[in-house]
């Protein structure tokens, strides 16, 4: 296993469209994490799963964005209705339980135009 | 809602200097970690701390988790600039199940 891959590395869109992202993250890892970020910034928390159920959904995230982690394997993100304000990168990341480190994936650079 | 303050945004500095980042909150951490990251790459983790007044050394860098475990600082030693790069700290809540928050980052450019 070489670690957490994200497809696809770069995404343009025009606006209104839906966009989704795919992570496989470390095999062995029960944790899955989603963060947005942008230039400059410390990654904004998303949402995260262990195995499959998703634990918990930032607050600050609009009903256009939704993930899944079916059978607790890779994950999903999907944006509906793309904004401007969705230009961003999108960082994907696995752990262990207990925690003892984040291991990400290069990101999702998410362009709107 | 648990936040990160890190300190400085930025820092930029000679080859050869010494620097401190900072990463406080007002929320107990079970465990706090450190990363860097380049541009267009995703963040690597550099460290865990889990302990109360734990010190780890990685090379020229030294990591301090505070008494606490409210805060923590990383120290880096002559600096070099292949040491330019966002430096994140990031802590899981008060338990080791909790969800992994992240501080703004700090900037940092050594110059040759």
């Known amino acids: 296993d070489t670690g957490v891959s994200q497809d696809p590395r770069h995404k343009i869109t025009k606006r209104g469209q839906n966009v989704t992202f795919r992570c496989d993250p470390i095999s062995e890892h029960n944790r899955l994490y989603w963060y947005r970020q942008t230039l400059g910034q410390g990654p904004e928390f998303l949402t995260y799963f262990q195995n499959e159920a998703q634990l918990e959904k930032s607050r600050l995230l609009s009903d256009r964005f939704s993930a899944e982690r079916p059978k607790g394997s890779f994950s999903t993100l999907e944006i509906q209705r793309t904004e401007q304000g969705d230009s961003a990168m999108y960082l994907c990341?696995?752990?262990?339980?207990?925690?003892?480190?984040?291991?990400f994936g290069q990101g999702t650079r998410l362009t709107v135009v | 809602t648990q936040l990160l303050e890190q300190s400085p945004q930025f820092l930029s500095i000679q080859e050869g200097e010494n620097l401190t980042v900072y990463c406080n909150s007002s929320?107990?951490?079970?465990?706090l970690q450190w990363y860097r990251q380049e541009p267009g790459e995703g963040p690597v983790l550099l460290v865990t701390v889990v302990t109360g007044g734990e010190v780890k050394k990685l090379k020229r860098l030294t990591f301090q988790f505070g008494d606490a475990r409210k805060d923590s600082s990383l120290h880096i030693t002559a600096a070099q600039p292949g040491d330019t790069g966002l430096y994140l700290c990031?802590?899981?809540?008060?338990?080791?199940?909790?969800?992994?928050?992240f501080g703004q980052g700090t900037i940092l450019t050594v110059h040759p």
């Open positions: 929320s107990v951490f079970s465990s």
């Open positions: 990031a802590g899981v809540g008060g338990t080791s199940y909790g969800k992994l928050t």
């Open positions: 990341a696995s752990s262990l339980v207990p925690f003892s480190g984040a291991f």
